[in-house]
């Protein structure tokens, strides 16, 4: 298992890479051209929660043979019993531009998201059961361009977020405790998800906190509709907590663009307003920890025979921006990286181990309340 997650991983990276170079020799202009749709969006039916009421709508559901979410790096293991059961959606892994939306049964788009589950889910088995639909995600070019389509694009991705979560709600435990995460195109549906499902109603109190990592949250254009305040202590429970990771020097200008032209949940122009900024190794916002307080970031041998935990190597720091900075570029994935230093891909596995923690200590913090 472990071969092939770090067989995975290095393709993954080298589309990382490619994208990266390409950017930086031609520009955005090329990126469009070469994964922007050109097809006109395709207005498929939706996916009901009867739908997945099946196993095979589930990248990851406690009793699914071969589960990639109880994956774990040597060190490490899954709770046999979790307390908790949790929702994760999962990034863009489909790239290709023939359609806006990824077909449920595309190998390959399937085959990178079980990468991703086990680069960033696995770090809640000790403390949840995770499931992790499939779902027809919007392709990655839906995120260069501002046509119609894409925005319909995520409208159809998110009808399948929502069933499966609904369906979800339906096959676990009455009263269990929930933990909530995404990251990227997931951490974006999620935020949908907490506004029409969570916001003002009685399951929030079941949140044991939502982890909407890798898309900017306005603390003021976004969060006050999200139904879920910020997380702002290591033991808080029911709230949210988001970051997006950078090496110094930072250029963030591709996403505070983006963002600045924007409107929030609310209704409000999220231009100028700050963004919710957790250290994920101290729980906490606006924090500064060194790399000695990193319990561990979840990273590939040399050889790519095994998956290692490496403790003490990154600091982090929130600036005053809202971005999370992890000091000069690591060695060991330092070349692994998209534009401005942006370690957007490595969001969870840079801090698996404190993510891991954190997740069990707001659980226990949940339990004890």
Not at 292 to 313: F, H, K
Request: hydrophobic share 45%; net charge positive.
């Amino acid at each position: 298992m472990a071969r092939k997650f770090l067989y995975a991983f290095a393709i993954l990276i080298f589309l990382v890479i490619a994208a990266a170079l390409t950017f930086r020799l031609y520009g955005d202009q090329l990126m469009r051209i070469a994964l922007v749709p050109s097809s006109a969006f395709q207005a498929l039916p939706g996916v009901d929660a009867r739908g997945y009421a099946r196993a095979e709508m589930w990248l990851a559901r406690p009793d699914k043979p071969g589960n990639p979410a109880l994956w774990t790096p040597p060190g490490y293991k899954p709770a046999a019993k979790p307390r908790a059961a949790m929702f994760y959606i999962h990034p863009t892994s489909y790239l290709e531009r023939a359609r806006w939306n990824a077909p449920l049964d595309d190998r390959i788009a399937n085959d990178r998201a079980a990468l991703f589950l086990r680069g960033q889910a696995t770090a809640f088995n000790d403390s949840a059961a995770i499931w992790a639909p499939r779902y027809r995600q919007a392709t990655f070019g839906a995120f260069l361009t501002g046509k119609q389509e894409a925005q319909q694009a995520l409208n159809l991705a998110y009808g399948d977020v929502l069933s499966a979560f609904d369906a979800f709600l339906t096959q676990i435990g009455p009263d269990q405790p929930i933990i909530l995460a995404g990251h990227s195109q997931g951490a974006l549906h999620l935020m949908r998800l907490l506004r029409e499902r969570v916001a003002g109603k009685q399951l929030a109190k079941r949140i044991v906190a939502a982890w909407v990592v890798g898309w900017p949250v306005s603390r003021t254009a976004d969060l006050p509709a999200l139904g879920l305040p910020e997380c702002k202590t290591a033991y808080e429970t029911g709230c949210i907590l988001s970051w997006e990771s950078f090496a110094e020097p930072a250029d963030p200008a591709l996403i505070v663009d983006s963002y600045n032209a924007s409107t929030g949940l609310t209704g409000k122009a999220r231009k100028g307003t700050a963004m919710i900024c957790t250290n994920p190794i101290t729980g906490t916002p606006d924090a500064t920890a060194p790399a000695s307080d990193n319990l561990g970031t979840l990273v590939p041998s040399q050889d790519m025979a095994t998956a290692t935990i490496v403790a003490g190597g990154l600091p982090a720091r929130c600036d005053d921006r809202g971005f999370l900075l992890i000091g000069p570029p690591p060695e060991k994935i330092g070349k692994y990286v998209l534009p401005g230093n942006n370690y957007h891909v490595f969001d969870y596995s840079l801090f698996w181990a404190n993510v891991r923690a954190d997740a069990a200590r707001r659980l226990a913090a949940f339990d004890a309340r």
